[in-house]
């Protein structure tokens, strides 16, 4: 769930004002930028961050839940899973990345406490094995360019 002082975390006329105040960087923007550098994975799978995963794997993630058919299997699904607001989702689904914006706030938001795990428990508890074997891929599988 967003932080109280996060814009995602506001309702009605506070989170208008307080978006349009929020500095236009991955959730805001319509594109997607690629993750910060970081030291790598934390050596306990359960600790792992998403924005450890490279960036090829991340964007996987992202497309599988923005081709869903069904929403609450998408990543408005997710949204709701991870404790956003129905205002925060509808703001994210009017950009053009809307799963990118969702997991990047999340992982950014979250901090310490976007693990893996808690985004493969959410994605199980949603029926999304295919996206949580993506996640549980060994990151030697992917080239870090």
């Known amino acids: 769930m967003p932080p109280p002082h996060s814009p995602l975390s506001l ?23 690629p993750t910060w550098p970081s030291s790598g994975p934390h050596p306990e799978l359960g600790r792992r961050l998403y924005l450890h995963l490279p960036q090829q794997q991340q964007e996987e993630v992202e497309q599988l839940l923005g081709v869903s058919g069904d929403l609450d299997k998408g990543w408005q699904g997710l949204a709701g899973r991870l404790g956003y607001q129905t205002e925060a989702v509808e703001t994210m689904a009017q950009g053009q990345a809307p799963a990118c914006a969702l997991l990047r706030d999340w992982a950014v938001q979250g901090g310490s406490g976007a693990t893996l795990r808690v985004l493969e428990d959410a994605l199980a508890a949603m029926g999304r094995e295919d996206v949580v074997r993506v996640l549980g891929l060994p990151p030697e599988g992917y080239s870090v360019v």
């Open 11 to 33: 309702q009605g006329p506070q989170a208008a004002a307080s978006l349009s105040t929020v500095p236009s960087w991955p959730p805001w923007s319509s594109v997607c930028l």
